[in-house]
C-alpha cells in the first residue's frame, strides 16, 4: 500500500529547533520529488521546501532559507526537514507530498501525487 507518514512534530519554544521525518511505504521515492507544506491555522497552505531524490537538488521558500534544510536517506526511502530557529507563525500542520521530480520547483499543491497526514508543530512560550 503506498503511503507517506510525517512524524517528529512538537511543542517547541520560539527560536528552537526540530526535525520531521517523511517515510514512504509501498514505493520507492527514487523517481520523485519530495515537497513540504506547511498550513498554519485559518490560513492557506504554503510550499515550505522540496527535494529530488535521486540527484538531491533542493528549493526553499524565502522565508525560510538558511533556516531550514530538506534533506533525503536512500536505505531509509524518507526525507527530513531539519528546522531552526523557529518562529511562532511557524505553527501548524507539516505535510510531505511527492510529485514528478520535474515540478520540484513549482509550488503548487495540485501536482503532488501522494500525501501524509500531517504532523503538528507547535512553536509557543
Known amino acids: 500500500q503506498l503511503q507517506l507518514l510525517e512524524s517528529g512534530g512538537d511543542l517547541v519554544q520560539p527560536g528552537g529547533s526540530l526535525r520531521l521525518s517523511c517515510a514512504a511505504s509501498?514505493?520507492?521515492?527514487?523517481?520523485?520529488?519530495v515537497g513540504w507544506f506547511h498550513q498554519a491555522p485559518g490560513q492557506e497552505q504554503k510550499r515550505v521546501s522540496c527535494?529530488?531524490?535521486?540527484?538531491?537538488?533542493?528549493d526553499y521558500a524565502g522565508f525560510v532559507e538558511g533556516r531550514f534544510t530538506v534533506s533525503r536517506d536512500f536505505a531509509k526511502n524518507t526525507v527530513y526537514l531539519d528546522m531552526d530557529y523557529l518562529k511562532p507563525d511557524e505553527s501548524g500542520t507539516y505535510y510531505c507530498?511527492?510529485?514528478?521530480?520535474?515540478?520540484?520547483?513549482?509550488?503548487?499543491?495540485?501536482?503532488?501525487?501522494?500525501w501524509g497526514p500531517g504532523t503538528q508543530v507547535t512553536v509557543s512560550s
Open positions: 527535494i529530488r531524490f535521486n540527484d538531491g537538488r533542493t
Open positions: 507530498g511527492a510529485t514528478r521530480e520535474d515540478y520540484c520547483f513549482g509550488t503548487h499543491a495540485d501536482e503532488y501525487d501522494y
Open positions: 509501498g514505493f520507492t521515492l527514487d523517481d520523485y520529488a
